[in-house]
Structure formats: structure tokens, C-alpha cells
């Protein structure tokens, strides 16, 4: 008997195995796709993780029902990393699998309604809509869900088709759908018969009465001649020559025209191909040169440059030095907004060798630049992406660049798998044998903890490029303009000069907030009332442009009320402010100019970021304000001050990164000011100017931070002298989950002699109606780690078996940011 050992792409922890025949046992090979029936009668896109012919003993294996595949879609080394992920991030292999995947590669069943051959149905019996059903099915021999609800009208159809199915009148299927296609496009070529000079005549007299049919014609042959013998598509001929479609078909129908369909690339980045030579400066081609002594000893090296250093040109260079020995390059960005600018750099140099992968994709351009990865294919040697390009099937990968390693958003926080992109990429170069280039102006504590005990490389870039100075920073004591009332809005009289003096020499402004909407709070001035969300613990914030309040957890929405919930007082006030706010503002300062903002309201939708990029690069806007989407990388040579408008929110969080996140935001936002030969300049308003952090921001004292926070971190047992796990224990009902958590910590205290911290309530302790309580593990760096994680793992399980705890859902969050 002959067995595959298969993964589902579901929460589950387990493979499964599934019977094949002898031949399919010969031709299966790992990595294949094969659909499978789990469970009653539906049917999933399985992985091929082994073949064997080792029977299960706990269940008799079921057959498969189909293989999709001729040769494997997933690599072995892949299959290896993803396991390793599964247990380093205590997830299920079958979550890994799923968010790898792009879902158009994962076939779910599509529930198809056929007729019972049935020689008699008394058509009396049936309801109009089962007679509406029963009617469409005489038409065509099977319908799908959709197509009933489109039938009927109305969105529940279900006890419709149940009724029919106990009227012995349908029968259900399941049916298995690829949802990928390539994306075909129409062209048209002339009938080989009139390519001569006489058959050419013989064309336009045919054509003397059907005037827009011969303009086609004589269209058609002026772009023969301009496009010197490519396939003229149906869409190039109709712009051409103004006509329609219908038109072309006529000719295709007198066949006169040929129409044939080729396959296209959905994303392509020909047309501005002009390769241009890098010139590196002294500094660059100094820390080029011992980057690549670094790997001669080092697997991992980061570049630590200051802002607008010229890291990117950097990278350039090594990436030329990779593709030469024929290996791919995975270049990872923690934003997708930076990857707009970025494709921009790298294809005016290496023309259509490059390949983008991010969620803001759809799905048959994922597949897309999935199959020319595997394939090796000249279009993907460079491969830019957001932290999901990381799971793409690699042939030969040679180098792995991570820019800006030090920003949260590499780490993943829901759903599963919880992975880190940046250490999961550092796994996955050793597989390979490849490099790994870490660049960021402010690295994380972590990385820069790693160069110092030699586990990683270090090269430093003190200058900026073209040896533009560091930009100057001021600080605004926000308590003293109150006090003084040199304050309009939320402008100091300070930042409001500086913003004039830029306008009036032509040069654009970024203005940092970091917190969206119009204000975060709706303030009762009567009796203190402030609306909250009715499924999570935290107030509503007020977005103007809409005139709705609205929940950043959940999503929740309500129209702004005009008067108070509580004591229907009238007086409603905002308190604190964000993006929508400031914007609204500069336009009051400053009704003349034009000014945008950037944050996720404005960003939403395929193009969003580039629209805002490119307007703001193209000086179409002279203000841009926004989030923290504005600190990460971005370049625009035009911007000679930048403003902070409160530096204190961020410090205060209940985190113990706190100050390094701030030390590293202000500092990236600080970057983008003065990056051409101009030296910029940077205005933080704060209510604190003499705290260390933001001194340490004003003098550019990297170094300085770190040794202060490593400091705190050795005596509070933090990363990274100490591992952490974060167990969330969420449920409705907040009894159950207190006593439930407290179950759980005394288990994992009693079991483990290191740290355990909780069951406490995080700051947000309600979230969609679940309450939530949180346990913190710290691990220190001499304990064997997979030993520790094997206990937790085993105490989960037991904790899972109590019947009355069976419904309280636990996350695991290894290593969490």
C-alpha cells in the first residue's frame, strides 16, 4: 500500500496521510498540490510534505481526489523553512502553509447544485422560488451558490435548496476550482492573403463602402510600421483608430483579421529601462568594500548608516556583484509605501529583472511572480517585497538585504504564524548558504547587541552623501508657548515662522503626527461623558472628514451624535488631535498652499501610497502630513524641514521599546529633511526637552541610547539578554477567563524556574467583546530554548484539555515586538 503524508491549510499542527496507487506513488512527488476530502465532504488543496508506505494506525487513510500539479510548486528548502517557523513560533505548520500559499494557489470547494435524473417532478408541489431553481436547472445541467442567489434575488438561499434536496429533487457536489489564470490578451494579424501588393488592392476594394473598417485597416499598417513587426493587440488598434471593438470582430468575421491571445505578465516593469552608472563616494566604496570582507568570515553584517548616507546605492552595487554568479536577491521593506520608490531605483537600473511581492497585490500577480521564482525566471533575479515575499520559492538565492531591520511592522502579529521576517530570513539565507546585509540608521538593540559580541558583522557610514551635514534640530518647550500663548492651534509660533520661511523659498515641509483621524477623543464639557466603543475598551475617535466616530480595533462606526449620550448636553468638545486635525490646520494657517496627507485612511486601495508619493515628489503638494508611514526611508530631495508636533505620545507608552521606538522614529523622521545639497532642518515640539531621549535625538547619539537602555534592560531581564514568549488568553466571559489565566500561570510557574509575569490585563483589556489577559515568559539566553518551548507547548495542551477552559482561545507570540 502507498501513502502521502500531506499538510492542509488549516490551524491544524499535524500532517495527515492520504492512500495513493501505485502509479500516482511513482509520480507525486514532495512540494505537489493534491485536493483532498477532510471531513465530511469538503475538499481542501493538501501539501505533498513525504511519500512512504507507512500505514496510519489511528485512522484509515482516505484516497486523494485529484493531483493539481505536474512538477512540485513549493521547494524542499521551502518545506524545511516553513517547519522550521511551525516550531520556532509555536504555530501550526497548516497556518504557515496557508499564509505562504497565495490563496489562488489554495483551490477551496465551491459547492455546485446538480438535478437528480429524475424521470417526474410534479411541479405543483414546489414554491415559487424552488420553481425558480428547479426551472434554471432545465436550462443548464448544474448551478453554483452564487448563480442561485443571483436567480432568486435575495442573499439566503440555503433553506431554499434544502428543501429541494429533501424533495429527492437536487443533489449537492463539491467541486474543485483552479482559480488561476493567466492573464491572456487579444492581438490581430492580417490574413496571410493580402500581404502582397495585388491582394492589398484587392483589400481596400473590398472595404470602399465600410469607411471606419477600412480606417482600422489603414491604422492597422501604421502601427505595423512603428511597432516594427510586435503583435499588434486589439486594445493597441482600437486606441489607434478610434473605433470599437465590434468593428475589429467585423473584420475578424470577413477574415480579413486573425485574432489570436498570448499570455502576459500581469506586472511588468519595462519601458524606462535606461541603466545608468553608480558613482559610489569615498565613504561608499569603503563600506562596499568591507561589507564584502565581512562575508568572507560573517553570514549576517549591518550596515549601520545615518540617514540619506546613500545605503540604497550600497545595496545597488552588491546586488550587480550576486546577479553576476546567476543568484537571486530577496530585498525585504517593512512598508509597502516604500517599495513604490524603490522599484523606481532598482528598474532604472536593472531594467525587468525585478519582481515586487506584497499583499496590496492581487492574487494572479502573486501566483504570477511565485511561478517565475521557481522557475528561475529573468524577470524575478530580484525579488522586492513587504515580509510575505519571504515565503516565494527560491532556486538560488544568494543574497538577503533587510532595510530598516529595525521597524516593528517585520514582525507579524496576527493571524498566525507570528514570525519575525527578519530573523526567519536570517534562517532561511543559512539554508541557502546566502548572505544577509541588515542596513537601518537607528538598528534595533538587538542586532547592534549581536556586532558587538561578533554573532554578525558591522560596518559603519558616518557621512551623509555628498557629505551633506546632519540636519540641525530644535526643540519647542510647548509648556513655555502655552504659558507665553505663542500658540495658534497646535502650531508654535516657532514651527509656524520656520514653515513660512521654507513656502517662500519653494521647498516642501513634512509635518509628523502619529496618531490618525481628527481627534481621539469626544469630550461631554457638561458632565465628562466620552463615547466608547460598545465592544472593545477604548473611546471612539472622531473623523471629521466622514463626521463618524469610529473604533481603530474593531472597526466599529456611528454617526457623530450632536448631543451628549449621557445628559443630552449640546456642549461636545474634542480632546487631543491627529493627521485629520493638522491638516485642517496648516490649511487655515496657510489657504494658499496645497496640502496632503498620508496615513492609512489615505492610503487604502492598490495605487494609494503611489498617488501621495508621486504627487508629493512631483511638488504638486507643498505640506505633507502624516504618520509613521512618513519615517521609513523615503526620499525627497526637496524637503528642507520637518516638524514633529508632540514627541511625548510615543514615550510614554506602556512598552519596555518605549524609548527606543521614539529614539528610532524622531530620528528616521529627523532623515528626511535636507537629503540634497541643502542642510535640513528638523523642529520637535515636546513638553519634555530635557528628557534623554530626546536629547539623545537632538545630538545624534546612537550609541548613547543604546548603552541606556541596555542598561535597563540587564536589570529588568528584557531582550536581549532574555527570550520572550507572550501568551494572550481572550474570552467573553471575563470570570471564566480570569480564573482559566490563573490556572494557566501557576501551571507554567510551577514547571519552569525563570521568570513568569501575569495573568495581567493589558491596556486594552477588552477587544470585539472579548476579554483579554496576558501572561509574559522571560527566558534566559543560557536555557535551552526548544527544551522550554517543548514544556510550554505540552502545559498548553493540558490546559486545553480541562473541559471548562476547552472554549478560552490562547495565542502564542514567541520573541513578540
Not at 38 to 50: E, H
Not at 171 to 186: C, D, F, G, T
Request: glycine fraction near 4%; aromatic fraction near 10%; proline fraction near 4%.
Amino acid at each position: 500500500m502507498y501513502f502521502i503524508e500531506v499538510v492542509l491549510p488549516l490551524s491544524l499542527a499535524q500532517t495527515f496521510t492520504y492512500q495513493v496507487n501505485e502509479a500516482e506513488f511513482h509520480f507525486i512527488k514532495p512540494g505537489f498540490r493534491v485536493a483532498v476530502p477532510f471531513g465530511k465532504s469538503k475538499i481542501y488543496t493538501a501539501l505533498v510534505l513525504d511519500v512512504h508506505q507507512n500505514k496510519p494506525e489511528k485512522y484509515d487513510a482516505k484516497e486523494i481526489h485529484q493531483i493539481l500539479d505536474e512538477s512540485p510548486i513549493v521547494t524542499q528548502t521551502q518545506i524545511k523553512h516553513w517547519l522550521w517557523i511551525a516550531s520556532y513560533y509555536m504555530c501550526a505548520i497548516g497556518d504557515v502553509y496557508r499564509s505562504a500559499i497565495p490563496s489562488a494557489l489554495l483551490l477551496e470547494s465551491e459547492t455546485v447544485i446538480s438535478q437528480k435524473n429524475n424521470d417526474f417532478v410534479l411541479e405543483s408541489t414546489l414554491t415559487n422560488d424552488e420553481f425558480l431553481v428547479y426551472q434554471a436547472l432545465q436550462q443548464q445541467s448544474s448551478l453554483k451558490i452564487q448563480e442561485i442567489v443571483g436567480i432568486l434575488n435575495k442573499k439566503n438561499v440555503l433553506p431554499v435548496i434544502k428543501q429541494l434536496i429533501e424533495k429527492n429533487i437536487l443533489i449537492v457536489e463539491e467541486e474543485v476550482n483552479e482559480s488561476y489564470k493567466p492573464k491572456l490578451i487579444k492581438y490581430v494579424r492580417l490574413n496571410p492573403v493580402y500581404n502582397s501588393s495585388d491582394g492589398l488592392n484587392e483589400l481596400l476594394q473590398l472595404l470602399k463602402n465600410a469607411q471606419k473598417q477600412r480606417e482600422i485597416v489603414m491604422s492597422y499598417f501604421q502601427l505595423m510600421a512603428s511597432e516594427k513587426s510586435k503583435p499588434i493587440s486589439v486594445k493597441q488598434l482600437t486606441d489607434k483608430s478610434g473605433a470599437t471593438t465590434a468593428v475589429v470582430k467585423a473584420l475578424v468575421d470577413k477574415e480579413i483579421f486573425e485574432e489570436y491571445v498570448l499570455q502576459h505578465d500581469r506586472v511588468s516593469f519595462e519601458g524606462n529601462y535606461r541603466r545608468n552608472e553608480l558613482v559610489l563616494s569615498n565613504a561608499q566604496n569603503k563600506a562596499l568594500t568591507e561589507i564584502q570582507e565581512s562575508f568572507t568570515t560573517q553570514e549576517v553584517t549591518l550596515l549601520h548608516g545615518v540617514t540619506s548616507s546613500g545605503k540604497t546605492e550600497i545595496y545597488i552595487k552588491l546586488i550587480e556583484d550576486f546577479l553576476l554568479q546567476e543568484k537571486q536577491v530577496l530585498y525585504l521593506l517593512p512598508e509597502i509605501a516604500l517599495t513604490t520608490q524603490l522599484v523606481t531605483r532598482l528598474t532604472a537600473h536593472f531594467g525587468n529583472k525585478v519582481a515586487v511581492f506584497h499583499s496590496k497585490y492581487n492574487n494572479n500577480e502573486r501566483v504570477e511572480v511565485w511561478l517565475q521564482s521557481l522557475s528561475k525566471s529573468e524577470k524575478a533575479q530580484i525579488i522586492i517585497g513587504a515580509r510575505s515575499a519571504l515565503f516565494l520559492p527560491f532556486n538560488d538565492l544568494g543574497l538577503i538585504i533587510i532595510d530598516e531591520e529595525h521597524e516593528q511592522t517585520f514582525k507579524q502579529s496576527d493571524p498566525a504564524p507570528r514570525y519575525h521576517a527578519r530573523d526567519s530570513a536570517i534562517v532561511l539565507a543559512h539554508f541557502h548558504q546566502a548572505k544577509v546585509l541588515l542596513g537601518s540608521a537607528t538598528p534595533s538593540i538587538e542586532t547592534y547587541f549581536n556586532t558587538q559580541n561578533k554573532k554578525y558583522g558591522l560596518v559603519e557610514l558616518t557621512e551623509r552623501f555628498s557629505k551633506v551635514q546632519l540636519p540641525e534640530v530644535e526643540l519647542v518647550d510647548l509648556k513655555d508657548k502655552y504659558f507665553r500663548k505663542q500658540m495658534q492651534g497646535h502650531f508654535s509660533d516657532t514651527l509656524v515662522n520656520s514653515i513660512s520661511e521654507a513656502l517662500a523659498l519653494g521647498e516642501q515641509i513634512i509635518l509628523f503626527q502619529n496618531r490618525r483621524g481628527y481627534s481621539p477623543i469626544l469630550e461631554c464639557l457638561t458632565c465628562g461623558h466620552v463615547p466608547q466603543c460598545p465592544q472593545c475598551d477604548v473611546s471612539l475617535t472622531y473623523h471629521k472628514h466622514k463626521n463618524q466616530l469610529r473604533c481603530h480595533y474593531c472597526g466599529f462606526s456611528m454617526a457623530k451624535p450632536t448631543n451628549c449620550q449621557a445628559c443630552s448636553s449640546v456642549d461636545l468638545t474634542t480632546k487631543g488631535f491627529g493627521t485629520e486635525q493638522i491638516q485642517q490646520e496648516v490649511q487655515a494657517l496657510f489657504p494658499s498652499i496645497k496640502v496632503g496627507r498620508m496615513d492609512q485612511d489615505t492610503t487604502r486601495g492598490k495605487f494609494g501610497f503611489e498617488k501621495i508619493i508621486d504627487s508629493f515628489k512631483n511638488r504638486e503638494v507643498d505640506i505633507l502630513v502624516g504618520t509613521q508611514m512618513l519615517a521609513k526611508g523615503l526620499d525627497f530631495d526637496n524637503v528642507s524641514l520637518v516638524g514633529v508636533l508632540n514627541a511625548d505620545n510615543m514615550l510614554y507608552h506602556p512598552d519596555f521599546r518605549a524609548f527606543e521606538r521614539s529614539f528610532q522614529m524622531l530620528t528616521q523622521v529627523s532623515g528626511r529633511a535636507g537629503r540634497s545639497a541643502k542642510r535640513g532642518k528638523v523642529i520637535i515640539q515636546t513638553y519634555n526637552p530635557n528628557h534623554n531621549t530626546i536629547q539623545q535625538v537632538t545630538n545624534n547619539d546612537y550609541f548613547g541610547m543604546y548603552r541606556e537602555q541596555l542598561y535597563d534592560r540587564k536589570i529588568y531581564f528584557y531582550p536581549p539578554y532574555y527570550r520572550l514568549i507572550k501568551i494572550t488568553l481572550k474570552h467573553r466571559d471575563f470570570d471564566k477567563l480570569k480564573e482559566g489565566s490563573m490556572w494557566l500561570y501557576q501551571v507554567i510557574k510551577q514547571n519552569l524556574d525563570i521568570p513568569v509575569l501575569g495573568p495581567e490585563e493589558p491596556g486594552v483589556s477588552r477587544i470585539r467583546n472579548e476579554y483579554l489577559r496576558v501572561i509574559l515568559i522571560k527566558i534566559p539566553q543560557k536555557e535551552n530554548l526548544g527544551l522550554i518551548k517543548g514544556k510550554i507547548s505540552k502545559m498548553l495542551t493540558s490546559f486545553e484539555a480541562v473541559a471548562s477552559y476547552r472554549s478560552i482561545k490562547t495565542i502564542v507570540n514567541v520573541d513578540f515586538y
